[in-house]
């Protein structure tokens, strides 16, 4: 039985390489007359730079003096990197990182496999009134965060876990509406016929999830992963209803604690808020990149279906 699904697992017929799916635009792309060629990258060019900008006005007013902040240009001069050492001094911006890290990677993981154990559930069984049970999922995604909000919060507080860093990242063991539906049509591209083959072997429902189904929707799990890791890391509003301890704020709160002090109705030191602002946003971007080869597949792959 174990060698069937990993048989299964390594040549799974009528299933397309992630790898050929983005080889494709590539060759239509090699056949385009060069003149489109060329114009179709000159409007990537400039639509990078035009998003660009902001971040790199943000890093050059990051590194200039209290008073020269705000002045026009994009080249930091006066130069002064010691804002960046002001703010590690002023908050505890190591604490908040990891608090970030710690609370991201937990959100993250858990609602990428609560959301692919229902979306197996979804994609693989088949029972009376499944697309209704499915449709009622996708509403809940119609509901505003401040609809449940106060019921949430009252849940936690009875449970006695409102100071703590747990509602944060628990109510994604229930899994997401949107990564339900994203694994399900994923695993929905795949044959049926492997899990029934493996079924016929006497692989358990559990064995077609992780041995069979897990290893081919990698690509997509890591694109739930990345999309949950960064809203929790940017993620503002949980950590001002539950956390009142200073060091269990997470980067977004404790950035509003150096806005609060250094900015509005503060000492106007813009220069550590700018300072502060950029080092939160470095991880992300560092993140994207390393698992940018694999992100992409995950979302081109995904988009196909049979």
């Known amino acids: 039985?174990?060698?069937a699904v990993e048989r299964?697992?390594?040549a799974p017929a009528g299933v397309e390489p992630a790898g050929?799916?983005?080889?494709?635009?590539?060759?239509?792309?090699a056949r385009r007359p060069l003149w489109?060629?060329?114009?179709f990258v000159a409007a990537l060019v400039g639509a990078a730079v035009i998003f660009m900008l902001p971040f790199v006005w943000l890093i050059s007013a990051s590194l200039r003096p209290r008073e020269?902040?705000?002045?026009?240009?994009?080249?930091?001069?006066?130069?002064?990197?010691?804002?960046?050492?002001?703010?590690?001094?002023?908050?505890?911006?190591?604490?908040?990182?990891?608090?970030?890290?710690?609370?991201g990677v937990a959100a993250a993981a858990a609602v990428t496999l609560s959301s692919a154990w229902v979306a197996f559930g979804f994609a693989y069984f088949r029972f009376p009134g499944r697309n209704l049970l499915f449709g009622l999922v996708l509403a809940t995604m119609m509901l505003?965060?401040?609809?449940?909000?106060?019921?949430?919060?009252?849940i936690w507080s009875e449970l006695r876990l409102t100071d703590t860093q747990v509602p944060l990242w628990a109510g994604n063991l229930f899994g997401s509406a949107f990564y339900i539906f994203l694994l399900r049509q994923f695993l929905l591209s795949l044959p049926r016929e492997y899990f029934e083959a493996a079924r016929m072997d006497g692989a358990s429902y559990p064995q077609l999830f992780w041995k069979l189904a897990f290893p081919l929707i990698r690509p997509?799990?890591?694109?739930?992963?990345?999309?949950?890791?960064?809203?929790?890391?940017?993620?503002?509003?949980k950590p001002l209803i539950y956390l009142r301890d200073e060091h269990l704020y997470t980067l977004p709160r404790g950035l509003k604690v150096v806005l609060?002090?250094?900015?509005?109705?503060?000492?106007?030191?813009?220069?550590?808020?700018?300072?502060?602002?950029?080092?939160?946003?470095?991880?992300?971007?560092?993140?994207?990149?390393?698992?940018?080869?694999?992100?992409?597949?995950?979302?081109?792959?995904?988009?196909?279906?049979?």
């Open 144 to 154: 505003p965060f401040a609809v449940t909000m106060i019921p949430t919060y009252l």
């Open 220 to 237: 997509a799990l890591l694109v739930a992963f990345v999309f949950e890791f960064k809203a929790s890391w940017t993620d503002l509003l």
């Open 1 to 3: 039985m174990t060698a």
């Open 36 to 39: 489109q060629r060329v114009l």
């Open 260 to 306: 609060d002090r250094f900015g509005y109705g503060g000492e106007q030191q813009w220069e550590v808020v700018l300072a502060g602002s950029v080092i939160s946003t470095v991880p992300m971007i560092i993140l994207f990149f390393l698992a940018q080869r694999h992100f992409i597949e995950g979302i081109a792959t995904g988009g196909r279906k049979g």
């Open 68 to 103: 020269y902040v705000f002045a026009p240009g994009f080249l930091p001069v006066p130069f002064a990197p010691e804002n960046y050492a002001e703010a590690w001094r002023a908050v505890p911006l190591v604490t908040w990182l990891l608090n970030s890290l710690v609370v």
């Open 8 to 10: 299964s697992v390594v």
């Open 20 to 29: 050929a799916a983005l080889r494709r635009p590539a060759e239509r792309e």
